[in-house]
């Protein structure tokens, strides 16, 4: 099997080796060349293969958002993954970034942003290389594990399936990791207020990319959207995302649906954790609750599918071929626990017709 050919696209000379150094250890990754700015970077892609990009985006003479629009100009279809500022500025790019193409992004280590707290603060290589590794590992499954054990697939259940045309929800749940953002905007841009119903994301992100996709969305929704905050009444006419590095659940407060924050263990390898909303809103809305998970890596959002579907609440799962990556869809439909696969833009006219008119909660209390 050849090695996977990975282009380094950074201005700081820092980061270059620290990247190199990252990858060294990997004998099926090679470093086809490095770059320290866009305009660089074209010249080594029309030169050699590249399979992977990994970009920089604040660069002199081309930057890197410069660099995506070049490549979609000239129909250069090559994975990239945005190494990224954690600054306030810096989520809103590397989120435009996305929107250009870009499949991923990794926030720099050093920052806010970074959970450095099961790394090495003083191998810095290693650092990036923990944050590196499932990135690369997820867009790359075929390419050798690393000694990573393989997980054997779950026996499927048969649930009862929801006929979604006669299907009413009180709560939408929705779960995403890796092209999530960039399908969330899509989406969310053809749907309009008022909403009838709450809708609750978990999008894997560290905090400050979380607040900066909330804003976003209520820019182009015109929807009242928050980063949730903990024990936040739930308004049936808003948007509550996930804040980076909290577990987001919903409770019931004396009749009054809150959102409950916490930074408890990582699930899933992940903290937010989209298993953790959907447990706990099949746990309070029954039949009443509809999941939808999105496009990512990894498995998270099965188990809180599974609780859905055994609560009698309804599953939608995105189709493979409009995913970046299918492994949460996948594992949902590994399991059996999902009523309908459908394109984005097939679930945008589900989002219109259940969250626009349905029967959902007043003032963050339940009702029948």
Sequence with gaps: MRRLRVLVVDDSVIYRSQIRNALADLPWIEITGVASNGRLALERIQLVDVDLVILDLEMPEMNG????????????VIPVLVFSSASKRGAETTLEALGLGAIDFIPKPGTDAADASALHESDPAGRIKGLLLPKILGLFPEMEKNGLATVSKPFPRKYEKVVIDRFQPKVIVIGSSTGGPTVLESIFSRISAPLRCPILITQHMPPIFTATLAERIQRISGIPTFEAKHNQVIDPSSIYIAPGNFHMRIKNENGVLITALDQGPLENSVRPAVD?????????????????????????????????????????????????????????????????????DQIVEVLREKAVSGIGIKSGRLYA
Excluded: H, W
Aim: proline share 4%; glycine share 14%.
């Design 276 to 344: 953790p909303l959907f447990q706990s809103a099949a746990s309070l809305y029954g039949s009443g609750c509809l999941g939808i998970v999105l496009t990512g890596m990894g498995a998270d959002g099965r188990l809180g599918a599974e609780r859905i579907k055994e609560t009698g609440g309804a599953v939608l799962i995105q189709s493979e071929e409009s995913c970046v990556v299918f492994g949460m869809p996948g594992a949902v439909m590994s399991v059996g626990a999902y009523d309908q696969i459908l394109s984005p």
């Design 65 to 76: 958002m410069e660099l995506l629009r070049e490549m979609k100009s000239r129909n250069l």
